[in-house]
């Protein structure tokens, strides 16, 4: 298997370390050899080449099994011209590997209760919610424009074509099926014709997976339902606005930022995986930062990219049993438990397993 790392700024590099660390662990422990080869994109690649994403990073990610980042920008760059920024690179490499779905988890341990915030008895036993956002189109990518003649006005426009919906809603019903067999649709078909065409298309694709229940559901509905009963779902699909709002919604029941994985997918196996939390430049190179978002997010490329289920399962087991043993970084710290730093945390979790 052949891993691409970007490390990327800020903790990037402490969590990669941390989460190759891992990766290794699961190799010794099942005889699967990896080969590392390390990118620059963002930040680090502006300083090195002048750019955010050299053509290097992304002709080696292509040919890769998956690519695993770290976190890119800081505020060193931000005064950067636009297509400078650090972010242009993940932007670029998400677009150059043809990634349209973006999934983001909603997974929160039952020992970081208290981070929720939600009711203790509206978390139960944990909360695990995986939101597919489409990631290529919709009203982000659509026509935009201003009028400033008269009474000035603004417009975006937003356009989904049979194919794109359908490729999306697949995602969703290929990691339904691999989950409880529950999958949610979000649209506002109520009022948009793309919420309308997008639920057509989710009913013909559905056909294809009588094992999978299908629900719809509005959005503005939906946002409230997270709050309210978050385990009537386990997987979400929606479209690229509706996907950005609730996927930041959804994490925050968890109220665990250093915890979040995410994985960006496209038609073929490979994928890009990372910490939905940014750089975090503030705490980077003190061996503080959470390294387990990252290390989950290597359990997610386990799962999907080299469809190493079990594999993946003894990853996200070692972390619940390092938690369950009270160790814990400092940004999940709470009274009585045992603080340990990045490099601990990584070491703890290689050795459970
Ligand atoms: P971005 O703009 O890149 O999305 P952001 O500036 O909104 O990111 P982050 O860089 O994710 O936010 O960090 C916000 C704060 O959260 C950081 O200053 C840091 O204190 C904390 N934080 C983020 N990630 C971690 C982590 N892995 N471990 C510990 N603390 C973290
Ligand atoms: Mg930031």
Known sequence: MKIALIPGDGIGPDIIE????????VGEKKQISFEFITYL???????????PLPEATLEGCKKSDAVLLG???????????????????????RKGMELFANLRPALLFP???????LKEEVIGDGIDI??????TGGIYFGDRGRNEEGTRSAYDM???????????????FEIAKKRKKKLTSIDKANILETSRLWREVAERVAKEYPEVELHHMYVDNCAMQLIRNPHQF???????????????????????????????????KLGMYEPIHGSAPDIAGQDIANPIAAILSAAMMFRYSFE??????????AVARVLEAGYRTKDIMEKDMKLVGTKEMGSLIAEEI
């Open 18 to 25: 941390e989460a190759v660390k891992v990766i290794n662990a």
């Open 41 to 51: 994109a963002g930040g680090a690649a502006i300083d090195q080449t002048g750019i």
């Open 71 to 93: 976190a890119v920008g800081g505020p060193q760059w931000d005064t950067l011209p636009g297509h400078l920024r650090p972010e242009r690179g993940l932007l670029g490499l």
């Open 111 to 117: 020992q970081l209760k208290a981070a929720s915030t």
């Open 130 to 135: 995986m939101v597919v956002r489409e990631l």
């Open 158 to 172: 937003e356009t989904y074509s049979e194919p794109e919906i359908d490729r999306i809603t697949r995602i969703g």
């Open 234 to 268: 386990d997987v979400m699909v929606t479209s690229n606005m509706f996907g950005d709002i609730l996927s930041d919604e959804a994490s925050m029941l968890t109220g665990s930022l250093g915890m979040l994985p995410s994985a960006s997918l496209g038609s073929g």
């Open 308 to 317: 190493m289920e079990a594999e993946a399962v003894m990853i996200e087991e």
